[in-house]
């Protein structure tokens, strides 16, 4: 006797018994959705790492744009304002557009515009046309940022369960990325100009690559809509939990570095470890957000996220060392990361508008504290001190977790 048994033997020795078996076996997959999609999703992957990469390309070099156009940190501060500007302005424009012309067309016009900007960006030699150009960056990125979120959303609906917080985990993955070659191109000496045409080149070059892959989507029918959208109940609720994350991540942003200066240590080498201990756990969370959601839903996460950003801040606060303030920023970035990826998500689900309008109402009320968090927390810094300012930040985590357990949320 062989190996095999006989009716094994038989079975592959007839070539019909073998056709129907592949054609099974390749329908079976052709019917898996993952099979089916994935190249839509590498290709909306792309355009969020791309996303992510040409922003931190452009954070990554302010200090040599400062020295190089010799910018005070006054004026430095009014320049940057640009970007928050535009991208607020241009929150009702993207709610009316991209239902309009389709989250597809949008997003293929944003992201060259937005690579187009970056290379005018590193060639500006005054402030006025720096300002201009930040204020072009920041009303590029926020459609951008909409209509990204647009086709994740679609195509996280084809897939019928929650995978958005996946795409922005790549968006900061990107943002790790693109600082590690901007150390490169610095200790190359490069320009800024040359940094910034190689990368706005290459992502131009790669979204126009993955265009056909993104998902069409038809115009929605036109009607007279309201050029400023007035979000109901329920996108309140979900604004409001994207207002207090958004300020608690913009203050993190700003403010981490600083604190660690003057807090928790004055060794230059280190003073950086809390911003890095929070973007790596922000950046893993998202990771892993799709599949605890898909597990204990929308409020429970959101609500454990609260109370994370909350715990977080305070053992910053009690234990101001380098380990506990460490730990404390690490807690702080595991809760801030899946409040606005599945934010957005809950919104797109809302049927009495288009996904697009209704993630531009809610960006328009989470935005609002992107642009007020760094600044409150060095009023109420001025006016007190920095660790009052981080307990402010900390009630936040709690509006968060009450308004997740008891706000009016269709799940």
């Not at 929308?298 to 801040?313: A, D, H, M, Q």
Request: with cysteine; aromatic share 12%.
């Amino acid at each position: 006797m062989g190996i095999f048994p006989s009716r094994v033997k038989n079975f592959y020795r007839c070539p019909v018994r073998k056709h129907r078996l592949i054609v099974s076996i390749f329908a079976r997959y052709m019917h898996n959705k993952p099979f089916v999609l994935w190249p839509r999703r590498i290709c909306i992957s792309l355009f969020f790492f791309f996303f992510g990469f040409i922003f931190a390309t452009w954070a990554s070099r302010i200090p040599a744009i400062q020295q190089q156009l010799k910018l005070s940190d006054a004026t430095l501060g009014l320049v940057l304002l640009g970007m928050p500007v535009g991208s607020f302005l241009a929150l009702p424009l993207s709610g009316v557009a991209i239902p309009k012309y389709g989250s597809r067309f949008m997003l293929i016009v944003s992201a060259l515009m937005y690579c187009a900007v970056l290379g005018c960006i590193g060639a500006t030699q005054n402030t006025a046309l720096l300002t201009f150009s930040l204020f072009l960056f920041g009303a590029s990125g926020n459609v951008l940022n909409i209509s990204v979120n647009s086709q994740a959303i679609a195509l996280e609906a084809l897939y019928g369960r929650t995978i958005i917080s996946s795409f922005h985990g790549i968006w900061s993955v990107a943002g790790l990325v693109a600082a590690f070659i901007a150390n490169i191109f610095i200790a190359k000496g490069a320009s800024v100009w040359h940094h910034f045409l190689v990368t706005s080149l290459v992502a131009a070059m790669a979204c126009v690559a993955c265009a056909p892959l993104l998902l069409k989507d038809e115009p929605a029918a036109t009607t007279k809509r309201p050029f400023f959208t007035r979000p109901g109940k329920s996108l309140v609720v979900l604004g409001t939990i994207a207002f207090c994350s958004f300020i608690c991540q913009g203050a993190m942003f700003d403010w981490s570095g600083i604190y660690f200066k003057e807090i928790v240590t004055r060794n230059p080498a280190v003073i950086g470890y809390g911003y890095t201990a929070f973007m790596i756990s922000m950046t893993g969370a998202r990771f892993v957000t799709d599949w605890l959601h898909n597990r204990i839903g929308f409020r429970k996460i959101i609500t454990l996220c609260g109370f994370l950003i909350t715990g977080g801040l305070i053992i910053s606060i009690v234990f101001p060392s380098l380990f506990g303030a460490t730990a404390g920023f690490f807690l702080t970035g595991i809760g801030v990361s899946p409040a606005v990826p599945l934010v957005f998500s809950a919104a797109g689900k809302f049927k009495e508008m288009p996904t697009p309008v209704a993630i531009a109402a809610v960006s328009s009320i989470g935005m609002i504290g992107l642009l007020i968090g760094p600044p409150v927390v060095g009023f109420v810094a001025g006016l007190t001190t920095l660790k009052m300012s981080f307990l402010l930040l900390s009630l936040f985590g709690i509006v968060i977790a009450v308004v997740a357990a008891r706000g009016q949320l269709e799940e």
